[in-house]
T-cell receptor
Framework: TQLLEQSPQFLSIQEGENLTVYCNSS?????LQWYRQEPGEGPVLLVT?????EVKKLKRLTFQFGDARKDSSLHITAAQTGDTGLYLC?????????FGTGTRLQVFP | EAGVVQSPRYKIIEKKQPVAFWCNPI?????LYWYLQNLGQGPELLIR????????DSQLPKDRFSAERLKGVDSTLKIQPAELGDSAVYLC???????????FGPGTRLTVL
């Protein structure tokens, strides 16, 4: 059972556009991680957010953790073709990570 | 520093055949995970090891899947017999702390014909 629902499931945009990916749950997490996975590779950690309401910026990527620590968002400004990949959120419980359903992003030149 | 190593990268077998996947985690990482990932979806945990002990195998289909982590380092995941629905990518990951950053291998893409 997937406790973390991501939306949209698929996103196809042109270079230069902005986009937001959402990660929602009814459960509270101690922290939330975002990973990006490229074809033929394993997921790679982008960021970890820990505090409710926390906002972290990584160049053109902005991550936010919901106040209640149940949801998160990833906003990409001026998308580039190199941003193409599968984006995964993962919520941390006491002793495990629960991965979201994934958002596949395709950025066209 | 070497990352998580998995082999083989690809495996094609006929249904009812056995198959095994191998994983070597990052040195010093006591926690090792095996995940199943279907195309375009998030990884689903199969089993988690703390050293050589399987501490969470609740999602492992034990009638056909087995795993071991001898000496608390390398790990092997086996399927016997394989079914068509087992076609997926099998990811291995390791971490230094519980619920911390996980480092993934490239995965083994299994195709069952």
């Amino acid at each position: 059972t997937q406790l973390l629902e991501q939306s949209p499931q698929f996103l196809s945009i042109q270079e230069g556009e902005n986009l937001t990916v959402y990660c929602n749950s009814s459960s509270v997490f101690s922290s939330l991680q975002w990973y990006r996975q490229e074809p033929g590779e394993g997921p790679v950690l982008l960021v970890t957010v820990v505090t409710g309401g926390e906002v972290k910026k990584l160049k053109r990527l902005t991550f936010q953790f919901g106040d209640a620590r149940k949801d998160s968002s990833l906003h990409i400004t001026a998308a580039q073709t190199g941003d193409t990949g599968l984006y995964l959120c993962a919520g941390a419980k006491t002793d495990k990570l629960i991965f979201g359903t994934g958002t596949r992003l395709q950025v066209f030149p | 520093e070497a990352g998580v190593v998995q082999s083989p990268r690809y495996k094609i077998i006929e249904k009812k055949q056995p198959v095994a996947f191998w994983c070597n985690p990052i040195s010093g990482h006591n926690t090792l995970y095996w995940y199943l990932q279907n195309l375009g979806q998030g990884p689903e945990l199969l089993i988690r090891y703390e050293n050589e002990e399987a501490v969470d195998d609740s999602q492992l289909p034990k009638d056909r899947f087995s795993a071991e982590r001898l000496k608390g380092v390398d790990s092997t995941l086996k399927i016997q017999p394989a079914e068509l629905g087992d076609s997926a990518v099998y990811l291995c990951a390791s971490s230094l702390i519980l619920a911390g950053e996980q480092f993934f291998g490239p995965g083994t893409r299994l195709t069952v014909l």
